[in-house]
């Protein structure tokens, strides 16, 4: 398994280089190299089978044999331990919810299934590997909570001082271990420098294996093609049209979904559901990507104006807006629209969504609504407790908090401050072993 930069001046990589660097050395982002279809018998034999089946036979068919089959087993195992239900929402619509990780939102699969895979490479090179991770909220708590406990790797989160919620400090910095907290007296464009900094300092290179976590690596990428397949597989029938709508800001899941189908998951349509930050639905309509400055909405993760996926989405499809179009179908929604459609879901179904959620509801029902007999699935991100100030006074109840957020809650978190300058940051990590 090779991959190659959608930049087309770098060489291609194996999964180890491509992992570690992030970004290939011509700037650009890491897409398989060739997609092998899995064959029908193959797909067939993963109908109703669990989701930790499923994850395992497609991990296996894509990377081949860029991994030991006992660390890729071990890799998902403990990486995706927790449920991932598919559940009727009416006639013909589903809803497969990827929220149930540690920090209620599908950036856990990614984020969880990379973090084991870098271990291994870590454990089998004899050499700790330290992860630096910039985080304007959400990102580190991901991060932090798939390398917690991982061996041979040591997770520095580095954050804007007073600059995240209360919960989002208390989700990378109470869970001590490997993992250490860093208050940066700053903004988050000063922890991106300094841990880009870092990543090119010769005496921290000499000192330590470092490396970076951030959402562009194709590790975080690969492990999201698994549920594009246990959401085929878990239908209770197939073989309609089946058309999957995913909420998105950065493109990295519907990347993953277009990958998908390249491996021969019979999807007819995606569709690449937005919020007014709609510059890839407008792409799909007139051909032209004019990437602008991101506006702020109700689903916040969804909040990007020049989405870096694009890249790796126009590699898939030879930069033709016309073969795009085929397979995949933009929708872009309000917040006026988004706070109506969790209010009619609650009521009809009785069914919270949080807002990036019903974004991906509306895309599905828009697309639905031209195709009768064909079933729809969207994908629903993030639990509606962590988005309860939207969401709670639109259904006009309080959204019930799961028990490992509340606990959080109660913790104290702990960091270490340090001015926006690589010598205070080096200073830090030259203090702490890398165990
Ligand atoms: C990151 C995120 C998205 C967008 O996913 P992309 O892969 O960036 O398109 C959607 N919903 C939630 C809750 C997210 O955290």
Sequence with gaps: MRFVSTGGKAPPADLETALLAGLASDGGLYIPQTVRPMAADALGALRRRPFGEVALAVLRHLLDDAVA???????????????????PLGER????????????????????????LLG????????????????SGDTGGAVA???????????????????????????????????QAIAVSGVFDDCQRLVKEAL?????????????ANSINIGRLLPQITYYFFA???????????????????????TAGLLARQMGLPVTR?????????????YLRTGRFIPRASRPTASSAMDVGNPSNVARMLALYGH???????????????????????????????????????VGYLGLQRVLADRRGATGVFLATAHPAKFKETVEPVIGRPVPVPERLAVLLERRPSAEKIRPDLRDLKEVLRFTKSS
């Excluded at 920090?103 to 990379?114: E, I």
């Excluded at 954050?159 to 208390?170: C, F, H, K, N």
């Excluded at 090119?200 to 970076?212: C, K, N």
């Excluded at 995606?270 to 407008?282: G, I, L, Q």
């Design 145 to 179: 909570h798939a390398f917690h406990g991982v061996p041979h790797t040591h997770v520095v989160v580095l954050y804007p001082e007073g600059r995240v919620s209360a919960l989002q400090e208390r989700q990378f910095a109470t869970l001590g271990g490997n993992v």
């Design 120 to 135: 291994a490479l870590a454990g089998s090179r004899g050499r700790p590997l330290t992860v630096l991770v910039a985080t």
């Design 200 to 212: 090119q300092d010769p005496d921290l290179a000499r000192e330590r294996r470092l490396t970076s």
């Design 69 to 87: 089959p006992d660390v890729l087993a071990g890799a998902v195992e403990k990486a995706f331990d927790f449920p991932v239900p598919l559940v």
């Design 320 to 358: 033709d807006v016309t073969r795009m179009r085929e397979d995949v179908e933009g929708s872009s929604h309000t917040d006026a629209e988004t706070r109506a459609c969790i209010a009619d879901v609650d009521r009809r179904f009785a069914c919270v969504l949080d807002p990036h959620s019903a």
């Design 93 to 116: 619509t589903f809803v497969l919810e990827l929220f149930h990780g540690p920090t209620l939102a599908f950036k856990d699969f990614g984020a969880r299934f990379m973090a084991r």
């Design 232 to 254: 085929w597989a878990d239908l209770p029938q197939v073989g309609n049209e089946l058309i999957i709508s995913v909420p998105s800001g950065n493109f990295g899941n519907l």
């Design 270 to 282: 995606f569709v690449a559901a937005t919020n007014v930050n709609d510059v890839v639905p407008e």
